[in-house]
């Protein structure tokens, strides 16, 4: 699985629904959107990568939270 791949969907993701007027409800899209559309696998990696600093640094603030 292609971490960097992972982070630069997920950043794109963030992007979007960083928009939202309100974060908390931004941070719960990403996080839903990922849960209903990412396979278990995806998922898994994406949360594994943040226990690395290299990947956490290459992730969108909002896509950490």
Same mark, same amino acid.
């Given at each position: ?10 950043? *794109? ?8 007027? /309100? @974060? =908390? ?5 990403? !996080?839903?959107?990922? $849960?209903?559309?990412?396979?278990? *696998? ?8 943040? /226990? @690395? =600093? ?5 992730? !969108?603030?909002?896509? $950490?939270?």
């Amino acid at each position: 699985m292609d971490v960097d791949n992972l982070i630069d969907m997920a950043n *794109r993701i963030g992007e979007f629904f960083d928009s939202l007027p /309100d @974060r =908390e409800e931004s941070v719960d899209s990403i !996080a839903d959107h990922i $849960r209903r559309f990412w396979e278990p *696998r995806m998922r898994r990696a994406i949360l594994d990568a943040l /226990d @690395r =600093e290299d990947a956490c640094a290459m992730m !969108a603030p909002i896509v $950490r939270e």
